[in-house]
């Protein structure tokens, strides 16, 4: 069966100190990949996504990046921690051959900037 | 484009009496509804799907959810809430064809099962 993981759980940064969150999915192979981030009280945002080895689009412009070094790993970046990052990021997938769109989605990394 | 309104930010109901939240979406295309449930600190799961067929679409949990066309809504229902579905849930909705990279999410009721 496939799972996913991310990973820290929970993290506590300074307001300029670098970023580097991992997701990774077991069980599947050249999954769509997703970083998504969810604001208090607000519901989801797509921050990127991916559906190949080195392939990347941004949905919206941020101070944060994202890389894919291998198929199933999918890792969130940041050079210099921003304030306003801070909020609970997660990471989905979908079965590339899909053709319903479920999401399938990791357990979240809670990212706080203090 | 498309869009998804959860009516209600905050549900307060007691436990064993039935609950509705209310999802509406607008869409010049057809499109797959979601619901998703996430519990505290953790990531969405699948409550339940619907694709095409039957308007009522039973899901886990004891949740159902009814596609009306003509109002473009998806409400999610449960006839008798325990304390354990207090959780928050989104409605989603993503157009076919795309693999999922214009599912957009609602912004989330939060429901709260009091005993």
């Known amino acids: 069966s496939q799972t996913i993981h991310q990973w820290p759980a929970t993290l506590v940064q300074p307001v300029g100190s670098p970023l580097s969150l991992e997701c990774t999915v077991e069980?599947?192979?050249?999954?769509?990949l997703y970083w998504y981030r969810q604001a208090a009280g607000r519901g989801l945002q797509l921050l990127f996504y991916s559906v190949g080895i080195g392939q990347i689009s941004s949905e919206v412009p941020q101070n944060l990046s994202a890389s894919r070094p291998q198929d199933r790993q999918f890792i969130l970046s940041s050079k210099k921690l921003l304030l306003s990052d801070s909020g609970f990021y997660l990471c989905a997938w979908i079965q590339i051959d899909s053709p319903y769109n479920e999401q399938f989605f990791g357990p979240g990394t809670r990212l706080t900037v203090l | 484009a498309q869009s998804v309104t959860q009516l209600d930010s905050q549900v307060p109901v007691f436990e064993e009496a039935p609950v509705e939240l209310r999802c509406n979406y607008s869409s010049s295309v057809s499109v797959y509804l979601f619901w998703y449930v996430q519990y505290p600190n953790q990531g969405l799961q699948l409550l339940l799907k619907?694709?095409?067929?039957?308007?009522l679409v039973k899901g886990i949990n004891g949740f159902e959810a009814e596609f009306n066309k003509s109002q473009t809504s998806f409400h999610l229902r449960k006839p008798s809430v325990h304390i354990s579905d207090t959780a928050e849930y989104f409605c989603?909705?993503?157009?076919?064809?795309?693999?999922?990279?214009?599912?957009?999410f609602g912004a989330g009721t939060r429901l709260f099962v009091k005993a």
């Open positions: 989603a909705v993503s157009e076919p064809g795309t693999g999922g990279f214009k599912t957009i």
């Open positions: 069980g599947t192979s050249n999954p769509n």
């Open positions: 619907y694709l095409s067929g039957s308007t």
